[in-house]
């Protein structure tokens, strides 16, 4: 069954930028969409993005306004998410999740990794 773990979590300034990864362990995901979420403190969780199996396909929330991008290695099994001009709104847990279709609805995602934590500072 494939694992996903997501790393290249930090502590940043507001206006920096992060790159996160989610390698995918114990089988491939090329052939599935990957997705982001996040959950801030106190906070839902929400759609961030995604790409499609193949790609480049991608398609963001509103509130990403061209910040971040998506980006897979297919060879590598990995999918990684560029975060550019964080702001302190962005602080979450970010998690990567896999699903046979291209949504943004959480519950089409059957397999998820751990998260890794972002905080943003002021």
């Known amino acids: 069954q494939v694992q996903l773990v997501e790393s290249g979590g930090g502590v940043v300034q507001a206006g920096s930028s992060l790159r996160l990864s989610c390698a995918a362990s114990?089988?491939?995901?090329?052939?599935?969409?990957v997705g982001w979420f996040r959950q801030g403190p106190g906070k839902e969780r929400e759609f961030v993005g995604l790409?499609?199996?193949?790609?480049?396909?991608?398609y963001f929330a509103d509130f990403v306004d061209g910040r971040f991008s998506i980006s897979r290695d297919n060879a590598k099994n990995t999918v990684y998410l560029q975060m550019n001009k964080l702001e302190p709104e962005d602080t979450a847990v970010y998690y990567c999740?896999?699903?046979?279709?291209?949504?943004?609805?959480?519950?089409?995602?059957?397999?998820w990794g751990q998260g890794t934590q972002v905080t943003v500072l002021a």
């Open positions: 999740a896999q699903s046979p279709v291209q949504t943004t609805q959480a519950t089409s995602y059957h397999v």
């Open positions: 114990g089988g491939t995901f090329r052939n599935y969409a």
């Open positions: 790409i499609s199996g193949w790609g480049p396909s991608t």
